[in-house]
């Protein structure tokens, strides 16, 4: 028998955070999110390298992250993260975080990742103790689809980040377009799905203006392996032996007021 508390109850949407990393999946995925009724986004949510201020794995700066949040229109959660975090320091922040967000009606949890079927695991085991669900928007969508979608719908992207085990470094600072595709070798997801690269997405239908910025330094940067530690132990995608043999190229950028 409908009711009008059956009503209510299918048409309240569910309270939800977004992981947003600043980068074109994250871009794509909520602009998705934002389509479907069944979530409303209270949240975005990144982690940031605590001693540097700049987005963890992505090198971008707090202050191009806030211009984004700024645009969309969300209100932005910060993790301060330390650098090279231990799983069980990543945990401590993440589960305090979440916890805290909780006793706001948040349930659910948003998430851009594409085919990574250990990391989707991984996150909805840990969300599951906190009483969280995980959603994803991309999930099993073939990665050459959601690239030709993400620039067919205006996005535009800058690759930030470049893992040299798979590029070199005429790839960090250009904007993801069909020839940026092109060049690509044939080893590398086109979204980058496996750590290949990352980017700073700065305008596209989910924001109310672009953000705008200069390209700074280009550096090159190699990370220690953590020691006295087990690598495999850090919240960093170091299980492969080699992880510490590669560098990645980063691409600064710089507000523009």
């Given amino acids: 028998m409908f ?39 209270e949240y975005l949510l990144t982690s940031v390298n605590q001693q540097y201020q700049r987005i963890s794995m992505h090198g971008v700066r707090v202050e191009l992250l806030k211009a984004q949040a700024k645009s969309i229109g969300l209100p932005l959660k910060i993790m301060q993260i330390p650098e090279m975090p231990t799983m069980e320091v990543y945990e401590n922040v993440m589960t305090e975080t979440l916890t805290e967000l909780k006793t706001q009606g948040i349930t659910h949890s948003v998430f851009g990742d594409i085919f990574l079927e250990d990391l989707r695991k991984y996150r909805e085991d840990k969300l599951a103790t906190l009483g969280f669900e995980g959603v994803f928007p991309l999930w099993k969508i073939p990665t050459n689809h ?22 070199d470094k005429s790839f960090v600072g250009r904007i993801i377009d069909q020839d940026f595709i092109n060049d690509l070798p044939e080893n590398v997801d086109v979204c980058g799905e496996n750590g290949e690269f990352h980017t700073f997405t700065f305008d596209g239908p989910i924001f109310s203006e672009p953000i705008k910025f200069e390209i700074g330094e280009i550096v ?38």
Avoid: H, M
């Fill in 220 to 257: 090159y940067r190699k990370y220690e392996k953590p020691k006295n530690e087990d690598s495999s132990n850090t919240a960093c995608d170091t299980n492969a032996s080699d992880a510490f043999d590669f560098g990645f190229w980063y691409c600064d950028l710089i507000e523009l007021k």
């Fill in 3 to 41: 009711t009008i508390e059956n009503y209510i109850s299918v048409s309240t949407p569910k309270k939800a955070l977004f992981n947003w990393s600043s980068g074109k999946d994250s871009a794509l995925t909520l602009y998705k999110i934002l389509q479907n009724s069944d979530f409303k986004i």
């Fill in 146 to 167: 959601l690239i030709q979608e993400f620039i067919s719908l205006g996005f535009k992207t800058i690759v930030v980040c470049v893992n040299e085990r798979y590029l």
